[in-house]
């Protein structure tokens, strides 16, 4: 399509589509946070900054142009937790990510060796013997990554998956039970462990450090946790940021095996 003093290709559609998209994805990742006040004050400059080259207003716009040159090193300081949560969106949803594609690679699979299957049954009966007896516990379940840098900051321990020493590790007279657990490939890896504690407004007030710190790991990660409450003994479920609450056994069963299921 041609006009008097434009040519407009099908690759143009293409492009506004493409940057459409990643604008709205931008915006569903950083709605309801500071950030999205951040962005909008950066666009908003980026804006005036157009304009002032537009109208070629010379020494205005080499400030304008040297200040937004060097803040793109200060965006990414800014929004390292963004970008990352970004990228692994971005991953997770990529054509390669998917099971039926990874399968067909053979030996170039991301992780050769084999993970053994995840006991969920000992993690749901712990959580359950937790919610009755009000014990706060926090469980955290990757299945790609061992999270090793958050692992690093609690006490290792790279034992098998089992009720009963989730629950000793969680006794409120434990030293240990503060802080949550990391399960990967069926092994606690770690326990006690300092996790990220998201900043999320839409978090109800309700609720405290732990279900903060789910929301922030998950939001950070693949990985997906679950929650026993000190005060009500209501289990909670968090994956990509979003909690469900007051979990029945079959309800937490169900999401486990969508999660974990070989």
């Known amino acids: 399509m041609s006009l008097a003093f434009i040519s407009i ?6 492009d506004i589509l493409l940057v459409a998209i990643l604008m709205y994805q931008l915006y569903n990742l950083l709605k309801g946070t ?5 962005l909008l004050g950066i666009l908003s400059l980026y804006l005036i900054w ?4 537009a109208l070629k207003m010379e020494l205005l716009d080499e400030i304008l142009g040297q200040f937004i040159g060097v803040g793109v090193i200060a965006l990414i300081i800014v929004f390292q937790q963004e970008i990352r949560r970004f990228l692994l969106i ?33 993690i749901i009966k712990a959580c359950f013997n937790m919610s009755k007896s009000k014990t706060g516990a926090l469980i955290v379940i990757s299945k790609d990554s061992e999270l090793k840098y958050h692992a690093s900051t609690g006490d290792q321990i790279d034992g098998i998956v089992s009720s009963n020493l989730l629950e000793t590790i969680f006794f409120k007279n434990n030293p240990m039970h503060d ?19 998201s900043d999320n407004p839409k978090i109800h007030a309700s609720y405290g450090l732990r279900h903060r710190a789910a929301v922030g790991i998950t939001e950070n990660s693949t990985a997906v946790a679950i929650i026993v409450s000190e005060e ?25 095996e969508r999660e974990f299921k070989n």
């Open 232 to 256: 009500t003994g209501e289990i909670s479920f968090c994956k990509n940021g979003n909690l469900k609450h007051k979990l029945e056994i079959d309800e937490l069963r169900s999401l486990l």
């Open 50 to 53: 157009k304009l002032v080259e």
């Open 179 to 197: 802080g949550g657990v990391i399960i990967h490939a069926n092994k606690i890896k770690a326990a006690r462990c300092i996790l990220p504690v």
């Open 90 to 122: 971005v991953g997770n949803r990529s054509i390669l990510a998917q099971p039926r594609i990874r399968k067909k690679f053979g030996a170039w699979k991301w992780n050769d060796q084999k993970v053994e299957e995840l006991n969920s049954k000992a």
């Open 34 to 38: 500071v950030a999205i006040r951040i």
């Open 9 to 14: 290709r099908w690759l143009d559609f293409l």
